[in-house]
């Protein structure tokens, strides 16, 4: 049970109060209660109307079990991220980006803060700060995504009571709403041929196939099925530790896509002519039977293919080096090609490996072609509403 002490009166046997050796120094009202372990606490307020409101709250809560002692609210924010990053278990290239949050992005700010004093309007301050840094929306939201978790190991522990960062009054910088511009085939057309010849294969897959650049450096034979004209997208090459290392695809969603039987022919020309990677075929991410390949003989390092390919090529076709002439540019081309031909929306999605369908729309509905006509004549010949 909680009580309320008045520290500058002392009561008598008689029940006369005389003034303590306290009297009109300090907080006079102490609120004493035991925690669940019996250990005493207690907490003093200058307002008895505070002190009974605290009373009551930490009644309430010791009565439902909820009480978190205000100790333990005293944890470093270091320890609670190293702790967060020592129980992930996300890829490799997923822990070294967290890593990187953590240390570049929030350390800075929250390095040295208890967890039990981290505000609400601390956190706003440190988003309004990553803005002035110069990051992306995109960017501040996936590090405040990281900065929500890693409180949410306080709050698994009742180390906290509540998660300061799940506050829905928290302003985030708005998503900034980009304007696919998709290519002309013959800038397309232009991209390819100035690639060399052994290389061609790559953005044509990328603008007829919708595969992003890492499931085209990660291909293999044994991904291809040349009988049903499909592609298998069973892999991509990421970068981990500077490493084109073989993984799963992105959100480790595996797919199949059509693939337009000119390609195919050329696909089959190419494996009589060339030799893919030695090693095991199997089905699983590795290196055996990846199709495209260097002197090395090992995966490409897109970082590598960019500088050396890529760019020249759209340099050489007009484009300038920009984030919307990446390689993604050709998804756009193949989706919004798919589009224009009646492919709904759900397989365009499917077929790039979108998780929902809904994105795939934001992204490309204003490239679906115009239904107005259409539903202008969807009611003819409809006699019986004609009539009325």
């Known amino acids: 049970m909680a009580s309320i002490n008045d520290r500058w009166w002392t009561k008598q046997v008689d029940g006369t109060k005389t003034r303590s050796d306290r009297h009109g120094t300090g907080l006079r009202w102490q609120v004493r209660f035991r925690n669940p372990e019996g250990h005493s606490r207690n907490k003093s307020f200058e307002r008895q109307v505070d002190a009974e409101r605290f009373m009551s709250s930490i009644s309430v809560d010791l009565h439902r079990g909820n009480y978190i002692d205000p100790k333990s609210g005293s944890v470093k924010f ?67 995504i990281n900065f929500r978790l890693i409180l949410e190991v306080a709050v ?42 052994h290389l061609r294969l790559m953005p044509l897959l990328g603008a007829t196939c919708g595969l992003r650049q890492g499931e085209i450096l990660g291909l293999r034979t044994q991904d291809i099925d040349f009988e049903r004209l499909e592609v298998n997208v069973r892999q991509q090459i990421k970068l981990v530790d500077t490493r084109p290392t073989p993984a799963l695809p992105k959100f480790k969603k595996t797919r199949i896509v059509p693939l337009p039987e000119f390609v195919a022919r050329e696909l089959s020309v190419f494996l009589e002519s060339g030799a893919v990677l030695e090693g095991e075929r199997t089905l699983s991410p590795g290196v055996g039977g990846i199709i495209f390949t260097l002197r090395e003989r090992k995966p490409i390092n897109k970082n590598y ?24 540019a050709l998804r756009h081309f193949c989706a919004s090609t798919w589009l224009e031909h009646g492919v709904s929306i759900r397989a365009v999605a499917e077929y790039l490996g979108h998780s929902d369908p809904g994105f795939t729309l934001r992204i490309y509905t204003h490239l679906m072609p115009k239904s107005d006509e259409s539903a202008r004549s969807a009611f003819r010949g409809l006699s019986v509403l004609e009539k009325r």
């Open 78 to 144: 270091e320890e609670l991220a190293t702790k967060w990053l020592a129980s992930r278990t996300a890829d490799t290239s997923t822990l070294v980006q967290n890593e990187l949050h953590v240390r570049k992005h929030m350390y800075p700010y929250w390095f040295g803060i208890s967890a039990g004093s981290i505000k609400h309007s601390d956190i706003q301050s440190w988003i309004s700060d990553l803005q002035k840094i110069g990051l992306s929306p995109k960017y501040i939201r996936l590090i405040f």
């Open 156 to 197: 698994n522990d009742e180390l906290i009571q509540r998660n300061p960062a799940n506050l829905t009054k928290l302003q985030l910088p708005a998503p900034a709403k980009v304007r696919v511009e998709v290519w002309t085939q013959e800038q397309v057309s232009a991209v390819i041929e100035n690639h060399p010849r």
């Open 305 to 328: 293919y960019n500088t050396t390919y890529w760019h020249p090529a759209i340099f050489a076709a007009g484009f300038s080096r920009s984030r919307s002439n990446g390689t993604h």
